[in-house]
């Protein structure tokens, strides 16, 4: 097991309008290490100097929850593509490396502390539409309503959105496109879903817009950040649903 | 992998395959993956009614949180039934049938003593557990603790290691009591001070899984008790067992109670499951 010698720069904001700085520290690590399990390593230490440690967000730990946001080395989750924080190693670093490590940067993401944002945002754009609200009644026997494998995988892929922001924090106009198209994608595709995607789309780019985001202006930048490799297709299926729907209705 | 080919093992366990990789640095299509036996998950969980309200009036409990669907086996993929199940088919109805008979209920007054009483407790533990200022992480004594559970509370236990972890865990509690350092202000986003909190909670849950262990003489399910096998195959005892260990919760000093929910099979035969 090879050790590190690393130094972090790292971003330490005590609340949403405390000015922050970058606070650096050199951490004993070794290239088996999560991301995250490096940062605790950091915390440990600092607790036990009596110092605050860097507060930062993680429940899963392997990839599915989304709550491990932050910047490192100015690219959200870090070098790696298709890779969260969480389940980025620490071989990926030489020895001796500098990082930086920031919080998601977005108006709609105001800071909470040190690397940890507020993403309500993203929870109110689903309160406005991101659900199926049909009657589920009892279950019903498998295979009932047939559907397309193709759309089936179409629908799938858009739903392994974890939610987590990397899209917003990477896109020059803070616009959370990315997200909001995958969550009515995985919905808006599937029968179940269809029956009330006009007002869906209608309210869920509203609430999108009224959020505080930016306008998409095709940079693609998210899709490139995005750790579960969402595709830009999606915004371009929210835009003819936005449009379709738009004319017609009546929401 | 050779008898489907990389392709199609892809299809069916791609994520998995990635994340190994992820994690190990190995690729798992080349070089044989390296996997040991560790507890996943424990079983169990809150106590609620068929409507998954839980003992406390319209607090519901839905998904792995609550005790109702995997009592003594927990197989891979319940969580998600569980959770579709209770969430699709259960709580739509129930939460309505709740809500309906409280419509004619006044708005709380946030003010009222019962919340100003609940806030003062709340703010209570927390003062506490700022005050203590000791010298030992929050971490340390949550890895302290976990490490009693795995020795002596794991997927193998017996009486006299459950005994000896009744004791070792009510000691560490009072040592966290007295020792724990929680860094920081109450007053602002302190996830150390949460973490003591869960800590202090689960100083309680050990040892009252632990307790159940004792209690529990038969191996069954996820409870294998090495006085209870023949010929190393788990011993049931259905006679006095066959029942959900239910168990209320008073205060630290209180022995919580058992309270027992018989079970009942008409079309299903209990049996040891065997692995030979
Ligand atoms: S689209 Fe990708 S980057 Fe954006 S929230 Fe979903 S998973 Fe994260
Ligand atoms: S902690 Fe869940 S995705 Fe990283």
Redesign the pocket.
Known sequence: MSAMKLTLHIWRQRHANDTGTFETHVVDANEHMSFLEMLDVLNQTLIEQKKEPVAFEHDCREGIC?ACSMVINGRPHGPLGGTTACQLHMRHFQNGDHIWVEPFRAKAFPVIRDLVVDRGSFDRIIQAGGFVSVNTGAAVDGNTIPIEKDLASQSMDAAA???????VAACPNGSAM??TA?KASHLGLLPQGEVENARRVQAMVHQHDKEGFGRCSNTYA?EA????E?SVSNIARLNRWYLKSSLTSNV | MRKLGEAKVAELYGNLFEMYEKITGDNPYKTPMMIYPAIHYTMGGLWVDYNLETNIPGLFALGECNFSDHGANRLGASALMQGLADGYFVIPYTVGIFLSNEIRTPKFNPDGPEFKATEKAVDDRLKALMNVKGNESVENFHRRLGRIMWDYCGMARNAEGLNKALGLIRELREEFHKNVFVPGSDRDFNPELEKAYRVADFMEMGELMVMDALDRNESCGGHFREEYTVDNEALRNDEEYAYVAAWEWTDTNTPPTLHKEPLKFENVELKTRSYK
Do not use: D, Q, R, V
């Open positions: 989304g959105c974890i939610g987590c922001g990397a899209c990315l997200f995958a998210c950040e995005c750790p579960k969402i």
